[in-house]
Nanobody, 122 residues
Framework: QVQLVESGGGLVQPGGSLRLSCAASGSFFSINSMGWYRQAPGKQRELVATITSGGRPDYADSVKGRFTISRDNAKNTVYLQMNSLKPEDTAVYYC????????????????WGQGTQVTVSS
């Protein structure tokens, strides 16, 4: 069994900041890429940012310069620091990880957290 547990969402005013965390636990040997996605009401889930096991980040154009993704490999945790938040950042944020599973000895990238709500509003 594998779990991705997110935390850190909430309500913030425009221009404010939030930091999301996502910790992976369970039956896997290793983690490759980790990432954050978001889904706003009535819209499709979209990529926000990803980070490789070596720490190389990649961002959606809409969040470049405002969001920073990082990870702590020793803690199997990925973070998303969100600054200068805008109302259009309002969404449920999901973390994702590519895991080398103990049960199958295969990489699987279909593991998601339960989601954490981020609401940007005055």
């Amino acid at each position: 069994q594998v779990q991705l547990v997110e935390s850190g969402g909430g309500l913030v005013q425009p221009g404010g900041s939030l930091r999301l965390s996502c910790a992976a636990s369970g039956s896997f040997f290793s983690i490759n890429s980790m990432g954050w996605y978001r889904q706003a009401p009535g819209k499709q889930r979209e990529l926000v940012a990803t980070i490789t096991s070596g720490g190389r980040p990649d961002y959606a154009d809409s969040v470049k310069g405002r969001f920073t993704i990082s990870r702590d490999n020793a803690k199997n945790t990925v973070y998303l620091q969100m600054n200068s938040l805008k109302p259009e950042d309002t969404a449920v944020y999901y973390c994702n990880a590519e895991l080398l599973l103990i049960a199958t000895l295969r990489w699987d990238n279909d593991y998601w957290g339960q989601g954490t709500q981020v609401t940007v509003s005055s």
